[in-house]
């Protein structure tokens, strides 16, 4: 649990560091939805589908 703990509270930092969130506005929100904003990558960043990669192979991408 305690490890929980400290996770939940490294986000926060991260947002109060990062982003500028403030710990009061923080605690107010959507946890899960936070957590979701805070790891998204950019579209180059993020992985891609097989189907969508063989294809992008076939038409001389990539």
Known sequence: MNGAIEDA???????LVDFG???EDFEKSDHIRMNEILSAK????R?????????SLRKGGR
């Open 21 to 23: 969130i403030l710990p």
């Open 42 to 45: 950019p579209k180059d960043k």
């Open 47 to 55: 992985a891609v589908d097989a189907f969508e990669f063989m294809n």
């Open 9 to 15: 509270d490294y986000l926060e930092q991260q947002a």
